[in-house]
């Protein structure tokens, strides 16, 4: 496998970026997903030739973490941790965040939002390949390239993934008190609440949302560079 690129941040020049994917389905939301971190691949449609994307001067790196998690992981915080440890015992260098949204853990218990939580840059996988363009390209509705590679350069495709995250990269509400993000991420239980995850073999809108599943649920982090 190719080594991991270095940490710093790079400039690039004007690339011509692979052929997008149409965005996928949304899975319907349900709560009563088997606990596993391995999900059914997302069907896609043909790819339609894509434009000439110019890079943003900040390119940084972007892994889903090779284990999964409980969804009780002490709050975003401690998912940035779990991240963050993954990403020092690969010697990836840099600092990490993870791609988790909230409901009440924002000033004044407001939501807090995965894409307000990451830099505009553009995002590639550790072996190079490009994934976004910019931090509005992770939202446009099609990835250039699903997320499918761990901290240690390994295939990771078919995975759920926690997110807490629409399309847009904002917090899932739901109506009532029920939570989409596993109580801000301080809650392992069955039921009421559930957790949105994405699908590691995504590249259309299921990457951040997919589905919703029991809290008692493991799945994997997004790790961003920052």
């Given amino acids: 496998a190719t080594a991991p690129p270095a940490a710093t941040s790079t400039v690039v020049p004007t690339a011509t970026v692979a052929p997008t994917e149409s965005p996928t389905a949304v899975a319907t939301a349900t709560a009563t997903a088997a606990a596993t971190d391995t999900i059914a691949p997302t069907a896609t449609a043909s790819p339609s030739p894509s434009a000439t994307a110019t890079l943003p001067a900040v390119v940084k790196r972007v892994f889903v973490t090779q284990q999964p998690v409980s969804a009780n992981i002490s709050g975003i915080a401690g998912a940035d941790t779990k991240c963050q440890i993954m990403a020092n015992a690969a010697r990836l260098g840099g600092t990490w965040t993870a791609w988790l949204s909230c409901n009440h853990c924002g000033p004044g218990g407001t939501p807090l939002d995965a894409v307000d939580r990451i830099e505009e840059a553009a995002y590639r996988l550790l072996d190079g390949t490009l994934v ?35 399309a847009l990269g904002r917090a899932v509400t739901t109506s009532g008190p029920v939570s989409s993000t596993c109580l801000d991420w301080t809650s392992s239980r069955t039921s009421p609440e ?13 990457w951040t949302l997919s589905t919703e599943v029991p809290c008692s649920n493991m799945a994997r982090l997004y790790c961003f560079e920052q």
Avoid: F, M, Q, Y
Avoid at 132 to 152: K, P, Y
Avoid at 194 to 206: E, F
């Fill in 194 to 206: 559930t957790g949105a995850i994405g699908s590691s073999s995504a590249t259309g809108p299921a």
């Fill in 132 to 166: 976004a363009a910019s931090r509005a390209d992770l939202t446009d509705g099609s990835l250039l390239h699903a997320i499918d590679l761990d901290e240690h350069l390994g295939a990771a495709a078919n995975h759920a993934v926690w997110t807490g995250s629409d």
